[in-house]
């Protein structure tokens, strides 16, 4: 029996939650890279975004964003923190709420 991949896959049925989710959680991943890109991340910031990079070519093992937000997001938040970026912050408070 193969493996399901779900981002290709009709089993789950598309809503509008599921569209704001992504677009949340895009906008946070874009945001952690833009810090990223400034300068002076260390070699896991480095790997999280090859891992995003990849994730948006569909490649790799990870499925979309939010996996790959929800699977690091303690270390998200201490980034953010250490970037002083509030905004970030309370934009993970709510995917905390209402996507993880």
Same mark, same amino acid.
Request: a negative charge; charged letters at 30%.
């Given at each position: ?16 939650? !599921? ?10 991943? *874009?945001?952690?890279?833009? +810090?990223? $890109?400034?300068? &002076? ?24 964003? !939010? ?10 938040? *201490?980034?953010?923190?250490? +970037?002083? $970026?509030?905004? &970030? ?12």
């Amino acid at each position: 029996m193969g493996s399901v991949d779900y981002r290709t896959s009709s089993l789950f049925e598309k809503n509008e939650y !599921q569209d704001r989710d992504k677009e949340q959680n895009e906008e946070m991943l *874009d945001r952690i890279i833009s +810090h990223i $890109d400034k300068g &002076g991340a260390n070699a896991f910031w480095e790997q999280f975004k090859q891992k995003a990079e990849q994730m948006r070519a569909n490649q790799g093992h990870i499925p979309d964003a !939010q996996y790959l937000l929800h699977s690091n997001v303690y270390y998200i938040r *201490d980034f953010l923190e250490a +970037h002083n $970026d509030q905004q &970030g912050l309370d934009l993970l408070d709510k995917l905390e709420s209402d996507c993880f």
